[in-house]
């Protein structure tokens, strides 16, 4: 079966350091998100991505964050400067374009930790 | 979106069905219920979702009241690997991004 395959699997780095998190959606999949889960807490919605461009974004996706979809196959997210508060697992999903109640299917994140 | 309530946390022994319900007494008319979950640290995995006929796929059932303000998931037969934090989330169609909003779910606990 098909999945979302995000790398790399943790990633530490200083903080005020920029991190590029990766991910391969699904082929055929046109629809792009990225979420973030910090320690004990809930899975929050950070950005989604179609057409080349941002469609929604949550407050938490600030000026410090930025996404690229730079071929047909990964799709990115990079965060300029880091924080400590940017630790976190960060998860990549995506969905098919036919019908917009189908689900989207979620890769197995990608734990930044900053020092 | 419409809130969703469920309850904290719920245990099934092994082998039994287990019964998640989830309260989304707001919901309105264009809002599918998604149900999620989450196994230690991995990215949540879909389960089933649906508008308000009952459904079934190789891994659960879903069955919405016909007021559409609850529903249950059933695993019919939990095993071990069952162990995990379920979601039920509601989210309208017209969402532009479609993007979903996670709650804290019900931790399931299969008990051997």
């Known amino acids: 079966e098909p999945e979302v395959t995000q790398t790399p699997s943790h990633q530490v780095t200083q903080m005020g350091q920029e991190v590029i998190l990766r991910c391969v959606p699904i082929?055929?999949?046109?629809?792009f998100y990225w979420y973030r889960q910090i320690l004990g807490q809930k899975v929050e919605f950070l950005v989604s991505?179609?057409?080349?461009?941002?469609?929604?974004k949550s407050e938490i996706f600030d000026d410090q964050f930025s996404v690229e979809r730079p071929d047909g196959s990964n799709f990115t997210l990079k965060i300029r400067s880091t924080k400590l508060e940017d630790s976190a697992m960060y998860f990549c999903?995506?969905?098919?374009?036919?019908?917009?109640?189908?689900?989207?299917?979620f890769g197995d994140g990608t734990r930044l930790s900053i020092l | 979106d419409a809130k969703t309530t469920q309850p904290p946390s719920m245990d099934c022994a092994e082998g039994r069905a287990a019964n998640l319900p989830c309260n989304h007494s707001?919901?309105?008319?264009?809002?599918?219920v998604y149900w999620y979950r989450q196994i230690h640290s991995q990215g949540p995995q879909y389960i089933i979702h649906?508008?308000?006929n009952n459904e079934t796929n190789e891994m659960a059932s879903l069955i919405i009241t016909e007021d559409r303000k609850s529903s249950t998931l059933i695993l019919p037969h939990a095993t071990l690997r069952d162990t995990a934090v379920y979601y039920c989330?509601?989210?309208?169609?017209?969402?532009?991004?479609?993007?979903?909003?996670f709650g804290t779910g019900t931790s399931l606990t299969v008990i051997p």
């Open positions: 991505f179609y057409n080349n461009e941002i469609s929604e």
């Open positions: 082929s055929n999949h046109l629809y």
């Open positions: 999903a995506s969905r098919t374009g036919t019908g917009h109640n189908q689900p989207q299917h």
């Open positions: 707001t919901i309105s008319g264009n809002e599918y």
């Open positions: 989330i509601v989210r309208p169609i017209w969402n532009t991004g479609n993007q979903f909003y």
């Open positions: 649906g508008l308000k």
